[in-house]
């Protein structure tokens, strides 16, 4: 293989492919001779006995060929079920998406896996950079269906830097797909791939495109249908927004905390405490709530890196940081303007310290080992 020295595995969802699995693993072993390469077929109780072909396949080759079977749950499903068997089980470490109607020709595998040899974690089969196309038999509905839902996910998807975000054909490295959460996506259908693509890149994937021509199947019938479709519009949306549910959480947060800061601040100054030991208290208290808050709420779904106790020395650190900034504003703005109102100078203040705290414990502090959202 072009990959370097990983170990890889090609994982193909099925579901009533018996007329194309049999040909599409003979021409993947014959291609792929590698010892250290696998493939696995994840069949979905195909009624038609796909799963029978791929056993009979199996036998006859010296145990590259897998089965992974379960019920029907979606393209979705399937893959996840697949890729996580690939990486727990067979210890690929770097996982081939391909479909099982020869749709995606096996021999333009190799230059995706070359991407991934020179750096690249995720390498697409592209029908829509230079070079790349679609079998001249699909008709216009097919080709609409297609390019209006690449832009759907380019434009409300946050996915703008990639030319074909429904691409079923890709290599990944699976460092990557444990640093994304597989596990935690949620979608069934086509629209796997982009929520799937989206997770990768807000976790910092390296993707590039490799032209492909992508071949309408000669056998077998399509799976799309309008429930897919449907899913995907609604999916689409619901992915934009997630993606911005972390920053939501952490303003609130953010807000609790600007409430105890400026209520304890205003307390202490009706008890005759002075405003320049006031200040720093009530920050402290803000930050000692935030931290509670971030780190059971906001970022409780992150798997942390780190102990607790670790995480406590870097919000602490951080809060510090976020002390001497706050702090600083509120004194020359109080030498500055003597006469304005306290708890108006202190809420002055907070702004660029939320901002650097904000920065700082999301980067730093509770980074996870997503680092999805």
């Known amino acids: 293989m072009s990959a370097g020295n990983a170990r890889v595995c090609f994982v193909i ?5 018996a007329l194309n699995i ?24 195909s ?5 029978r072909l791929v056993r009979e396949v199996a036998d006859g080759t010296d145990g590259r060929v897998h089965l992974l079977e379960g019920k029907r749950r979606g393209l979705g499903d399937a893959y996840v079920r697949g890729i996580t068997h690939a990486m727990d ?12 109607d020869f749709s995606h020709d096996p021999v333009d595998a190799e230059r995706l896996l070359g991407r991934i040899a020179d750096g690249a974690d995720v390498a697409i089969g592209s029908r829509y950079v230079t070079g790349g196309s679609l079998d001249e038999r699909w008709n216009l509905r097919r080709r609409l269906l297609s390019q209006w839902g690449n832009r759907l996910a380019k434009w409300v998807g946050g996915l703008r830097g990639v030319s074909d975000c429904t691409a079923g054909f890709k290599a990944i490295r699976t460092e990557k797909l444990r640093e994304a959460r597989l596990q935690d996506v949620q979608a069934k259908g086509y629209v796997f791939q982009v929520e ?3 997770r990768l890149i807000r976790c910092g994937a390296r993707v590039v495109e490799e032209p ?20 995907f519009l609604l999916s689409i949306f619901w992915i ?3 993606s911005h549910l972390t920053f939501l959480k952490f303003s609130v947060t953010g807000l609790c905390g600007t409430m105890i800061n400026l209520v304890s601040f205003y307390l202490m100054l009706r008890l005759g405490i002075h405003k320049f030991v006031a200040s720093p208290v009530a920050i402290m208290l803000s930050i000692f709530s935030n931290f509670m808050m971030n780190n ?14 670790v995480r406590g020395v870097k919000f602490l650190a951080v809060s510090l940081m976020t002390l001497l900034l706050s702090y600083s504003v509120f004194v020359a703005l109080s030498i500055l303007f003597p006469r304005a109102f306290p708890v108006l100078l202190q809420a002055l203040g907070i702004a660029p310290g939320a901002l650097l705290n904000y920065y700082l414990n999301s980067r730093w502090t509770f980074r996870g080992a997503d680092r999805e959202r």
């Open 13 to 17: 969802p099925t579901y009533n492919e």
């Open 22 to 45: 049999t040909s599409l693993l003979k021409r993947l072993t014959q291609i792929y001779g590698d010892a250290d390469t696998a493939f696995l077929v994840v069949d979905d109780h």
């Open 47 to 51: 009624p038609d006995g796909t799963a």
């Open 89 to 100: 089980v067979l210890d690929a470490d770097v996982v081939v998406q391909m479909d099982a």
């Open 196 to 198: 799937l693509l989206h």
């Open 212 to 231: 492909i021509h992508f071949r309408d199947r000669e056998r077998g019938e399509t799976k799309l249908g309008v429930a897919n479709m449907l899913e």
């Open 240 to 242: 934009r927004l997630r």
């Open 296 to 309: 059971y709420w906001t970022f409780g779904d992150r798997i942390m890196i780190g102990r607790e106790s």
